[in-house]
């Protein structure tokens, strides 16, 4: 099994590889913009499915989070700075 850090690598490396095809496209969009106008609906699809996936990811990182956050009454206390 790979390790964590190499599965979050993978996720920056391809997250960056994805930017580098969205700036090529949006180059294209500029010489040849019929030809992406023509795509609009798979462009739209994509893009729904990228903002569901950083949804995704979003959720993974609030539960990864979880047992590290003190939401006890005590740290509540202290954060508003009551000392009842």
Do not use: C, W
Request: hydrophobic residues 45%; proline residues 2%; glycine residues 4%.
């Amino acid at each position: 099994m790979r390790k964590v850090n190499q599965i979050l690598d993978d996720l920056e490396a391809t997250a960056r590889l994805l930017l580098v095809q969205v700036r090529h496209l949006q180059g294209l969009g500029v010489q040849a913009p019929m030809s992406l106008a023509e795509r609009k609906r798979e462009l739209e699809r994509l893009a729904e499915r990228l903002r569901a996936l950083t949804s995704e990811v979003y959720a993974l990182e609030v539960e990864a989070k979880r047992p590290l956050e003190d939401n006890s009454a005590e740290a509540l206390r202290r954060e508003l700075g009551l000392f009842l």
